[in-house]
């Protein structure tokens, strides 16, 4: 099926060739990954564009090549506004340029702004530290199920500003314990004061989940799970790749201590 000039996929995997998006295989890689798991809906040229969602409330993603023309401009802002009405609550990730060409599309009646900017990051070593604490990393099992898919919401709540399913975070939490892709740090008391979660996809680990409960913050354990596990993925050859929000400095200055380097920069865009 076509529509807005582009074709239109449902709930399919696969129906894009990841390889157009080698210039930013980084900054788009959640892209990239959603893609291989039969997301709501892709509309796509195959070559230039691609207009992806995963599932609400997480925001529609938008890629283009850099040398996009004013035709395709107004392709995506169509496509945008009808299927993904801001009105509805939907939001965008796409490239600052974009953003600013959609901000001042007079199909959108001057009703976009930013939300966010999200920096994309890659660790190639990581760095030496005696900022040690007490406690050690270990990979999430069974026992922490219940406690996981609290943290998990906290964390969610936190960063989308909305409530999200519980019981959808804890099939979440499930399958990556499952696949042995979830990491907490836990103290001297066998508390989890942190958390975090990787994809493994196309030669990286993509973290996710990363979450520092409350009244452990600011003791080093965020900082010491990151850099044992950024370590361990290095160790098999793997580049650890995750994005952060640039309203977290403090988050950013940990990931820089890790070893971690900001290669590209997204923002999100709605109402």
Request: aromatic letters at 12%; a neutral charge.
């Amino acid at each position: 099926m076509r529509k807005y000039g582009l074709d239109y996929y449902e709930k399919q995997s696969d129906v894009v060739d990841t390889e157009i998006m080698k210039n930013n295989r980084i900054t788009f890689s959640i892209l990239a990954a959603i893609l291989k798991n039969q997301p709501d809906r892709v509309y796509t040229d195959h070559k230039r564009i691609i207009i992806c969602q995963s599932c609400r409330p997480f925001p529609v993603w938008v890629w283009t090549v850099e040398t996009i023309t004013a035709d395709e401009k107004q392709q995506i802002a169509e496509c945008l506004h009808v299927e993904f009405p801001v009105e509805e609550g939907y939001t965008y990730n796409m490239s600052h340029q974009l953003a600013d060409q959609l901000q001042r599309n007079p199909v959108f009646d001057h009703k976009l702004k930013i939300q966010f900017i999200l920096f994309s990051f890659r660790c190639d070593r990581v760095l030496m530290s005696n900022d040690h604490c007490e406690g050690a990393m270990r990979k999430a099992c069974n026992k922490d199920i219940d406690v996981l898919t609290q943290y998990k919401y906290e964390f969610e709540t936190e960063a989308l500003g909305s409530e999200p399913d519980r019981e959808q975070c804890k099939r979440s939490v499930q399958q990556k314990i499952e696949n042995g892709t979830f990491f907490v740090w836990e103290n001297q008391e066998h508390e989890i004061t942190s958390m975090a979660s990787i994809v493994l996809d196309d030669g990286m680990a993509k973290f996710s989940n990363v979450y520092a409960v409350p009244r452990f913050r600011r003791k080093g354990y965020t900082f010491n799970l990151m850099r044992s596990v950024t370590q361990i993925i290095l160790e098999k050859g793997l580049v650890p790749v995750l994005y952060t929000n640039a309203d977290y400095p403090a988050s950013n200055g940990c990931y820089k201590k890790v070893g971690y380097q900001q290669v590209g920069s997204l923002c999100t865009i709605g109402a």
